[in-house]
């Protein structure tokens, strides 16, 4: 929450909204395979972690059936 408090670019609302999502993303995180951060001034290392799930993927030997 400090962190959008600080970068000022969110009124309150859409705030309020973003830590909803948050908390209820947080609720379902066993449904995912998964989770990356995109912590305070690392977004390199966000980015690192989804190119290396990315490429996790992509060798996998058995290929998961996706249903929508």
Do not use: C, W
């Not at 690192?48 to 993927?57: P, R, S």
């Amino acid at each position: 929450i400090q962190r959008l408090l600080h970068r000022k670019t969110d009124g309150p609302n859409v705030m309020l909204q973003r830590v909803r999502t948050a908390a209820q993303e947080f609720t379902m995180v066993d449904i995912f395979d998964y989770v990356v951060f995109n912590e305070e001034d690392q977004l390199d290392k966000a980015l690192d972690d989804i190119m290396a799930i990315v490429t996790a993927e992509r060798l996998r030997v058995s290929q998961p059936v996706t249903e929508l």
